[in-house]
């Protein structure tokens, strides 16, 4: 690990002017995917800067009903949330079908949506990696490609965005409010948030440097079944080959949204619009436009069959 | 006529003289050496946090891990390094009352922070009950991964207390039950390489006082 210099951040203003003032800063909040690239020189900030103590750790009810959920909010304490459990039961899933119990007690709101894709060839330094460094390359198209994208990649990369919790979120139509270090503060739908790879897959959102979450909300609830059904190589403590996230109501309309099949939580409105019409004609609406490698096309039957298992079980 | 003594003269100089050689094609000169810059001295900063009771100070290098600072520093051995990225549960801790991975946080984070190790859960002569059910039902077999399971089973069984629901919870708005199944789902994220799994369970079981 490359050495860094520490300081601890007391207030939002605070945190974002220090971003300001130092070379090569970067916020650590519970550390768990941060700390774990820097060992790997993967990341290698020159200064850290310590957001963990925000007061941000609040979860609140908005004036429009919803919740306001403080970017430090731990993901263990998001999804044991009374409200979260009975109103957006698909976040408590999510949330609880992610890492491992000691991992959420670290994991926060904010440093969730934000961690990084788990492709062996981005971890591998040894590897070309267009995200990684850019302009060397990727390694996984035409090398072992079982865990990447099927959809929205670029010749530039295949890297899916590994976490669950953020499939819940865009399931939901949540927000991301930021502020940056001038304390202007904006709102971001979790639909724009993250950025197709395209040329510059290194970038990943469209914060800019040194732009700080301060929270995500959800706007108000909408009922429904709330099921979040993750597929993977063992039956807890592994990341998603893909996950379903839906929200059906009475009638059969609803919400889907996926992971492990892009480099964002993948949803779109035709296919919402499919629902009451079962899960071929979702399925086929979701992934319109797919391009699998002769690795991960076992991904396009799996979303299906996923989905029709999780359409019988909202029936009931 | 070569002497045998001789003889064992020059074969030793022949072997002499051939890694001589060797050595000069592998190890390269000391004056061809590239130069390199000075490193400037790592950064460090003070921590003050309280292990199993005591308060303690540090001077670290920024970049100690809470794990490494716990066994290099304060010499408490018994939290164990098994992959040091969070996917062994090995270095499982416990930090104002959550189990979390020691190698995962940074100790300079843990400013007036109470962690609890192996060592604070009990003691040969005064054992914790997780650590004596863990004996009574043979819960390990070579121990590496056993102080991180036994933090992460007395975490787990207060998780399960307070109501956080697990991945197998049937109902989100009931109260969480110790079965073997949430047990199971709860603790994996402590990974034995000796298979103690089932004894392990029957362990936090007997603690929780139900049937496994
Ligand atoms: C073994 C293992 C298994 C895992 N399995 C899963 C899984 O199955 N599913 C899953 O979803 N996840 C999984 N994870 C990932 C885990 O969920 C993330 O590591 C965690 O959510 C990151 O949150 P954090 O607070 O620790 O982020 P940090 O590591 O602190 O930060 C991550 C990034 O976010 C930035 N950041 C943090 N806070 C802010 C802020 N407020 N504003 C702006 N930038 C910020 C940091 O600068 C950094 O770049 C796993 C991790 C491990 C190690
Ligand atoms: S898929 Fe993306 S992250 Fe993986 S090697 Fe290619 S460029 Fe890197
Ligand atoms: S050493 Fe920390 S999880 Fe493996
Ligand atoms: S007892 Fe050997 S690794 Fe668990």
Not at chain 1, 117 to 141: E, L
Not at chain 2, 201 to 210: H, T
């Amino acid at each position: 690990m490359k050495s860094f210099t520490y300081e601890r951040a007391d207030t939002v203003a605070a945190a974002t002017a220090a971003f300001a003032r130092a070379k090569d800063a970067r916020f650590i909040a519970g550390g768990t995917n941060l700390l774990d690239l820097m060992k790997l020189e993967i990341e290698t900030p020159a200064h850290l800067i310590d957001v963990s103590r925000l007061a941000l750790d609040r979860i609140d009810a908005t004036p429009e009903g919803g919740l306001r959920i403080g970017a430090m909010v731990r993901n263990t304490d998001l999804a044991s949330d009374t409200r979260v459990r009975r109103d957006y039961g698909l976040l408590s899933r999510a949330l609880v079908a992610g890492a491992s119990g000691q991992l959420r007690n670290k994991a926060t709101t904010a440093g969730n949506l934000l961690q990084r894709t788990r492709c062996p060839y981005f971890y591998d330094t040894n590897q070309p990696c267009n995200k990684r460094k850019p302009g060397t390359g990727c390694a996984a198209i035409g090398g072992f490609h079982r865990l990447h994208a099927v959809i929205g990649a670029s010749d530039a990369c295949i890297a899916t965005h590994p976490s669950d919790m953020a499939v819940a979120m865009r399931a939901l139509d949540a927000s991301v409010e930021t502020v940056d270090a001038a304390g202007k503060a904006r709102v971001i739908p979790i639909a724009d948030f993250y950025r197709a790879p395209g040329t510059t897959p290194h970038l990943e959102t469209v914060l800019a440097p040194g732009e700080l979450i301060t929270a995500v909300t959800l706007p108000k609830p909408v009922g429904g079944t709330h099921i979040y059904h993750k597929v993977r190589d063992r039956a807890s403590y592994a990341f998603a080959l893909i996950s379903v996230g839906v929200v059906v109501q009475k009638d059969g309309t609803g919400r889907v949204a996926l992971g492990g099949v892009g480099y964002k939580p993948w949803r779109v409105s035709a296919a919402d619009a499919e629902l009451p019409r079962g899960a071929k004609a979702v399925t086929a609406a979701l992934l319109d436009g797919a391009k699998p490698g002769h690795e991960n096309a076992y991904k396009l039957p799996l979303v299906e069959r996923t989905l029709a298992g999780v359409l019988a079980q909202a029936k009931g | 006529m070569q002497t045998p003594a001789e003889f064992e003269l020059s074969r030793r100089g022949m072997l002499v003289g051939g890694a001589a050689s060797v050595a000069a094609v592998t190890i390269p000169p000391v004056t061809a050496a590239p130069t390199r810059p000075a490193t400037p001295p790592p950064a460090t900063a003070k921590v003050a946090f309280e292990v199993n009771g005591t308060a303690r100070e540090l001077e670290v290098d920024t970049r100690t891990s809470l794990l490494d600072a716990l066994r290099e520093q304060l010499h408490l051995t018994g939290t164990k390094k098994g992959c040091d990225h969070g996917q062994c549960g090995a270095c499982t801790v416990i930090v104002d009352g959550r189990r979390i991975n020691s190698c995962l946080t940074l100790a300079v984070m843990h400013e007036g922070d109470k962690i609890v190790t192996i060592e604070g859960l009990g003691t040969p002569d005064k054992m914790h009950p997780m650590q004596d059910a863990f004996v009574v039902h043979d819960g390990y077999q070579c121990g590496y991964c056993t102080p991180g399971q036994i933090c992460s089973a007395v975490a787990v069984l207060d998780e399960i207390k307070a109501g956080i629901p697990s991945h197998v919870t049937a109902d989100l708005n009931a109260a969480p039950k110790v079965t073997a199944t949430e047990l199971r789902e709860r603790m994996s994220g402590n990974i034995c390489r000796c298979g103690a799994y089932s004894n392990i369970i029957d362990a936090i079981s007997d603690v929780a006082g139900v049937k496994a």
